[in-house]
């Protein structure tokens, strides 16, 4: 958390400890939170959260970035070497879009902002809200249709609606700058994923989705090609359902594969993703450029900081 907070959510106690936010920490922030008013956010004190970080040895940057450099070394390699195992290569074939000019990706425009059962630009959460509760079921149909022509056995049931709480949190802190209403930007209220346990299963769940009339990809992240900075490999799809009356609603749907999935256990990838995010913002040349200097750090025999 930054000096000037008085408070910290879990997100950004996850973010500062990254690979140590363990169980001992998890248990000590339900313990000191206290809901936010305003966000409805669980957060703790500044004092709370400087007060474990001593008592646990967390209080030295230095200590914290070292372990989750090692972890880091340990997860990329690791989960390269399922990938390696596991795929041909026929996944890394499948398109990001949209894409710029440049073949650099695109950013979604007006002409995809979320509406309301009214059709226009959703203004509240409630209109936001009544939209994606309609979409649900269509949108469970849909995948479930893809999973079986990709020979995938496993029953679909989209999560949980995104929380209303972080969803006003995100549509305030990540839209403002967007085309008003703020919350017609939020394109994962509706989500779920799947998990797949062959590439070929990926590439024809992406190729059903694709060839579904009644379905329009917004948008696709292939991050197989290029894998995320900590070595995890997933696709994102932003896909649109009718629900009735020439209305859309998009969707998000994550793909997984079962053994890339499952290794975050053992390699805490996500845990170095949410703790080196802020080092890899920028364009591709300067994220190869920081994960090249990062790799370069000798901390493989290492036994401290120092």
Known sequence: MGANQSSASEVDVKNTLGVLYDDDAKRAF??????DPVSGEDRVSAAAARAFAKEHGLDNPKVVLFQNLCQFRIARPGIQAIYDEHFNGDVLRIPWSPLNADGSPAALGDEHRQSGLDGNPAGT????YAAAEKAVPVYEAVVSTALEKAGVSAPFSAAPLKGRDRAEQKARNEYCDKTPPETSWLVDIVRGQVECGTEAQIVGLINALVADPDVEIVRLKNRFNPPEFN???DVLISIAVSIGQGITHICELQVHHTHIKHSDFMYKSHACYEYFRK??????SVVEERLNLLLELLVDDATSVD
């Open 231 to 233: 070595g995890y490999r």
């Open 279 to 284: 080092y890899f913002v920028g364009n591709k």
């Open 30 to 35: 339900k313990a000191a939170a206290v809901k």
């Open 125 to 128: 959460l409630d209109s936001l």
